[in-house]
């Protein structure tokens, strides 16, 4: 409304001096129509200011503001000229009036300060350097012929305005189809609105170098009009990128065609050069000089233009080198460059779909490096590569072309055969696998063996789809394992049924803990030389509400391989706790309570953390909890492990070494933990009495154990004469039927009330 209002306002005033161009007033009704127009369009630039989304676009349009009320100032200066008809060849009024063009020049300049850009000025000076420089040709083209002699000041000024103006005009097409800014109509005002002060002022400065300026024109009327375009387009203008492909190589393309727009306006300068006969030597090869100049810029923009396509190309190259790197990267193993399993997968659906069509079979063998982990854990994980990258080498050799070997992960491998027969076929590859298991591998000065089992299942016959083939094959491997290892066996679907119950019985394990369906027994041990008890060991049982009571060898292992022996095991040490302190609480002569460990609780729990709040929350003195711990747990991480124990044990916890002699036995680690106990696994024990081998490893152990001065107690004494035999070899204590079963706690506390108290507590420490 209020660009309307100023505008019928102006025309107006323009309507009055075209009425009588000659009259007295004309000339100031066109001066007070300028006024009018100039003031508008500043006033409605300055309402547009801070009203847009960007604080660049913001900044451009307070910058245009600025510009419009400068251009008003002029006319205001151009009016005191008038009154004191002062006239110099660079006036007041051509400084306010030029500002015009610079204003909206440095306002579309700073739109392309974006950081997240790679910098444009190089490119952007070039064209506007262009720009400015035909334009000034063809001002001069035009002007010089009909300018006075000695008129040098006022031509110079004259051919400012269009060279002013038609930079402003370049540098905001420039910027838009830099900043990929869609077409708008705020944009598009502000352009003609430049193109219209541009021509307007070059047709101007014609005619007054011809003296042929007339009050009440349309030229005057051109120059309000453009001015409240100017306006309206700033208070409107706001960035709106277009993120299309398409339209994005549209405005690179424009761009490519500035230089020849360039050559265009120097040619036409020059045509028109050579038309006119009015020019002197002097003048002439001025223009000359600018038309190079112009060829020059437009020459170096080109080359610019084609480095920068040199560089486009050479950034898609390495952009196109990396993707397939990438690709490379995450369709293989890093350490053997195998196909990973997304490529095995891809590669077997691709056979799958061949067989289903040519009704034939495809194969996959799932193979697995036995005992891989004793290797990384004895000789460290350089070693385990090495051997992975030897079998991965192995197995290439072993298969055609067409088949493929890809790790699964871990030491796991898995084989694609396409085209397969029959059963006969695969049962051949597999035989070389197993050949494999023959050999043995020079690594690090140590001779590996290769025991390898795989599980083998065909499609269609096994499976339908990849995962159902991947998960027979797995199911096949298992029992190929659970056969002695260093075997393969084809997939049955009776072994499904075993799966199945594994599923199921880790299905209803998940639920247990919150039922209530587990608890704890607590097997007494005690002191051999006295037959005191001395502590107990906490037992887990499960009585499911479908299955009724299930074996902790059932459970357990579901347990371990399913995790939820980190939840199970947390509840079960804070169950101990507490039952071991509300028995201290009733004066018992309870001096330990053992609770085992799992490796996954060292792995997948701050285990120190959690035994210091269930010592917290229980009021059990640290001195009275055991922990018991596999070998197994010993030889994996042992750095994390030593770490963990060394600060329970700090705490006055002790810690026991299960099981002994069934896993790594080792005396390296022996001597790096803070361990008090080794526990002589009950199948020494049970086998002492008959057989010398066993009774003589019993008393190796206990020998060893006294070396290092730690005390041992044996598992699973049933009988007088084992606990006789350990008496002899000097173990100190026991556990087992002869002294107790594991018992509920209420069966306990009897039992423990039958017990005298002994005078002290054991030693928990050693030096």
């Not at 307007?200 to 309000?224: C, D, I, R």
Request: charged share 20%; aromatic share 8%; glycine share 8%.
């Amino acid at each position: 409304m209020l660009t309307l209002t100023g505008g019928a306002l102006a025309w107006a005033l323009w309507a009055w001096a075209a009425a009588d161009p000659q009259a007295p007033w004309a000339e100031w009704a066109d001066n007070a129509h300028w006024t009018v127009a100039y003031a508008t369009a500043a006033w409605v630039a300055w309402l547009g200011v801070g009203r847009a989304d960007w604080a660049l676009d913001n900044r451009a349009r307070r910058t245009f503001a600025v510009s419009l009320l400068l251009l008003m100032f002029g006319q205001l200066a151009y009016a005191v000229q008038l009154v004191f008809d002062w006239w110099p060849p660079v006036a007041p009024s051509d400084l306010f009036f030029l500002a015009l063009g610079l204003g909206f020049l440095l306002g579309f300049l700073g739109l392309l300060e974006d950081p997240a850009k790679p910098p444009v000025w190089r490119r952007v000076g070039l064209d506007v350097l262009g720009g400015a420089t035909a334009a000034l040709a063809f001002a001069l083209t035009l002007y010089l012929p009909r300018a006075p002699s000695g008129s040098a000041w006022l031509v110079a000024a004259s051919a400012a305005y269009p060279v002013v103006m038609v930079s402003a005009a370049v540098t905001t097409v420039i910027a838009m189809l830099h900043q990929r800014q869609r077409p708008s109509w705020a944009g598009t005002l502000i352009g003609l609105g430049l193109v219209g002060q541009a021509t307007g002022w070059m047709a101007w400065n014609v005619g007054l170098l011809g003296g042929s300026v007339a009050n009440g024109s349309l030229l005057s009327l051109w120059f309000s009009g453009s001015a409240l375009l100017l306006g309206l387009g700033s208070a409107g203008l706001r960035t709106d990128i277009n993120r299309d492909p398409a339209y994005d190589r549209l405005c690179e393309g424009a761009l490519r065609l500035l230089p020849l727009t360039m050559v265009g306006l120097a040619s036409a300068a020059l045509g028109l050069l050579v038309l006119t006969d009015r020019l002197g030597d002097t003048p002439r090869g001025v223009l000359v000089v600018l038309g190079l100049v112009i060829l020059l810029l437009a020459v170096l923009r080109q080359t610019q233009q084609l480095g920068d396509r040199d560089r486009l190309l050479e950034a898609e190259r390495a952009v196109a080198e990396s993707r397939a790197a990438l690709e490379h990267q995450a369709q293989h193993d890093a350490l053997t460059g195998l196909p990973n399993l997304q490529l095995l997968r891809d590669r077997a659906e691709r056979a799958m779909a061949m067989a289903a069509r040519q009704r034939h079979r495809v194969a996959l063998l799932f193979i697995d490096l036995d005992q891989f982990k004793e290797v990384n854990d004895t000789l460290g994980h350089a070693a385990g590569d090495a051997l992975l990258q030897h079998l991965a080498h192995e197995l290439q050799g072993l298969l055609r072309q067409a088949d493929t070997v890809a790790r699964q992960g871990g030491d796991e491998f898995c084989i694609v055969l396409p085209e397969v027969q029959d059963q006969n076929e695969v049962a051949t590859v597999a035989e070389k696998v197993m050949a494999l298991s023959q050999r043995s591998v020079a690594i690090e000065g140590h001779d590996l063996p290769l025991h390898l089992s795989v599980g083998i299942a065909l499609f269609p016959d096994n499976a339908a789809d990849f995962n159902t083939l991947m998960q027979a094959a797995d199911t096949a491997m298992y029992r190929a394992k659970a056969a002695g290892r260093q075997g393969y066996r084809f997939y049955d679907p009776a072994m499904n049924a075993e799966a199945v119950a594994r599923m199921q019985l880790r299905s209803r394990l998940s639920k247990a803990l919150e039922r209530g369906e587990l608890s704890l027994r607590y097997q007494p041990q005690v002191d051999l030389a006295s037959g005191r008890v001395v502590g107990v060991e906490t037992l887990m049982r499960w009585n499911s509400a479908e299955w009724g009571p299930v074996s902790p060898a059932q459970f357990i292992p579901v347990a371990e391989d399913s995790g939820l022996i980190v939840e199970m095991g947390a509840w079960a040490l804070f169950e101990s706790c507490r039952q071991a302190s509300t028995w201290m609480g009733m004066g018992l002569p309870l001096l330990r309570v053992a609770v085992n460990i799992s490796v996954l609780q060292f792995r997948r729990s701050r285990l120190d953390e959690q035994v210091t709040e269930a010592l917290a929350l229980t009021g059990l003195p640290a001195e009275c909890l055991e922990l018991e711990v596999t070998e197994s747990v010993m030889m994996q991480e042992q750095d994390a492990v030593i770490a963990t124990l060394d600060r329970l044990g700090a705490m006055g916890i002790g810690l026991s070494i299960d099981d002994f002699g069934t896993g790594y036995s080792s005396l390296s680690y022996l001597k790096r933990l803070r361990v008090n106990k080794l526990k002589i696994d009950q199948s020494f024990v049970r086998d002492a009495t008959e057989s010398e081998g066993a009774a003589g490893i019993v008393r190796a152990v206990v020998q060893m154990a006294k070396a290092l001065g730690l005390s041992t107690l044996a598992e699973g004494v049933e009988t007088e004469a084992q606990r006789d035999l350990l008496i002899a070899c000097g173990c100190e204590g026991a556990q087992g039927y002869l002294f107790a079963k594991p018992l509920t706690a209420d069966e306990l506390t009897t039992w423990l009330r039958q017990q005298p108290p002994l005078p002290t507590p054991p030693e928990t420490t050693r030096s």
